[in-house]
C-alpha cells in the first residue's frame, strides 16, 4: 500500500508536475465537476509524450440512459469559473433523470459520489476538441467496449 499515491484526482497537487509516465482512470471521470480543468492539470503533471488511460461509462447503455449527454457550454464554464465541487444543481439533476426516488439533500449529506457528467464516444470528443485546439494533448484514440456499456480513451501530451 504504501506505492500508493492518495489525493485529490482532480487536481493531482499530490504530484509533481511532469513526474508521471501514464495516468489511468477507470469510471472516476464521471464523477469529475471541471474535466476540463482536470485533464488540462493531468497533462501538467505527465512527462513528455505520457499518456491518459480512461475507461468511461457510456451514458446510453448504463443506468445514466436518461441523462441528457454534457454540453460544451457546461464544461466551458466549469472551466472558466474553476468549480470543482459538484452544485446542487447537479445532484437535482441526477435525482431528477437517474434516480428520482432520491433527493439531493439526503445525497449531499451522505456524501454520496454522483456522476456529475454524463458521456457518449461522440459527446466525449467534443471535449477532446477542445483540449487538442488548446494544445494540452497532442493525439488521442477512442475505442468502444463490445458490449457499448463504456469506451476507453487514450490522450497523448
Not at 447503455?61 to 464544461?75: A, G, H, I, M
Not at 469559473?81 to 439533476?93: D, M, N
Request: hydrophobic share 35%; proline share 6%; charged share 25%.
Amino acid at each position: 500500500w504504501g506505492r500508493y499515491i492518495i489525493g485529490d484526482a482532480q487536481q493531482l497537487d499530490i504530484c509533481e508536475d511532469a513526474s508521471l509516465d501514464f495516468l489511468f482512470s477507470s469510471h472516476v471521470f464521471e464523477h469529475f465537476m471541471n474535466p476540463l480543468g482536470a485533464l488540462t492539470n493531468w497533462a501538467k503533471k505527465l512527462k513528455a509524450h505520457g499518456i491518459v488511460a480512461c475507461v468511461i461509462p457510456d451514458l446510453r447503455n448504463c443506468f445514466d440512459l436518461r441523462q441528457p449527454p454534457s454540453s460544451v457550454e457546461e464544461w466551458l464554464e466549469e472551466d472558466r469559473t474553476s468549480r470543482w465541487t459538484p452544485t446542487r444543481a447537479k445532484y437535482e439533476k441526477w435525482c431528477k433523470h437517474t434516480a428520482p426516488y432520491n433527493t439531493p439533500d439526503n445525497l449531499i449529506g451522505r456524501k454520496y459520489s454522483i456522476h456529475v457528467h454524463y458521456y457518449t464516444p461522440d459527446s466525449i470528443l467534443l471535449l477532446v476538441d477542445i483540449l487538442m485546439s488548446r494544445g494540452v494533448y497532442s493525439r488521442y484514440f477512442l475505442n468502444t467496449s463490445p458490449n457499448n456499456k463504456d469506451f476507453g480513451l487514450v490522450l497523448w501530451k
